[in-house]
């Protein structure tokens, strides 16, 4: 990388928590959507990657490391299409019945999430990402042996 100090991103992101409410013995019906706040964050220094962070609980944030470029991905799904992209512990996909809305579905061993978004906010979140490292030039810049000299732990 370069010498110049990077910027960074931070969006702040209306969500909603997909959740299905159950009581002892009894499932309610439907799922029901709980809002919150999240962050995207964007740090060129790692310019494949976005993280989206959430609380759960009162206190605690919880933090996903997702492809920039999978997330680019799933905002070009059209709206009303039963399609996602990702495979195994991160899924996009579009709203069937809302053209503004995006899901992304988390899922570990601890748990799974799903997350309704905004797509208006989502978007402008990754356009800022490209403005600061236009997409398919994340490697401009990186000397050749920064992987070995990470990996043998030189600077």
């Known amino acids: 990388m370069t010498g110049q100090p990077a910027k960074t991103v931070c969006r702040s992101l209306t969500a909603h928590l997909e959740i299905m409410a159950q009581r002892p013995g009894q499932l309610l019906p439907g799922p029901h959507l709980l809002a919150m706040r999240a962050n995207l964050r964007y740090d060129p220094a790692d310019p494949f990657a976005v993280v989206l962070a959430f609380r759960s609980g009162d206190e605690n944030w919880v933090e996903w490391l997702l492809s920039r470029e999978l997330l680019?991905?799933?905002?070009?799904?059209?709206?009303?299409?039963?399609?996602?992209?990702?495979?195994?512990?991160?899924?996009?996909?579009?709203?069937?019945?809302l053209a503004g809305r995006v899901w992304i579905g988390l899922s570990s061993p601890d748990g799974a999430a799903t997350l309704a978004l905004e797509r208006a906010e989502l978007e402008h979140a990754l356009d800022a990402t490209e403005a600061l490292v236009p997409a398919g030039s994340e490697t401009a810049g990186w000397d050749p042996d920064w992987p070995l000299l990470l990996l043998s732990g030189g600077e």
């Open 72 to 97: 680019a991905e799933g905002l070009l799904l059209a709206a009303g299409e039963d399609v996602s992209v990702g495979e195994g512990d991160v899924r996009i996909s579009p709203d069937c019945e």
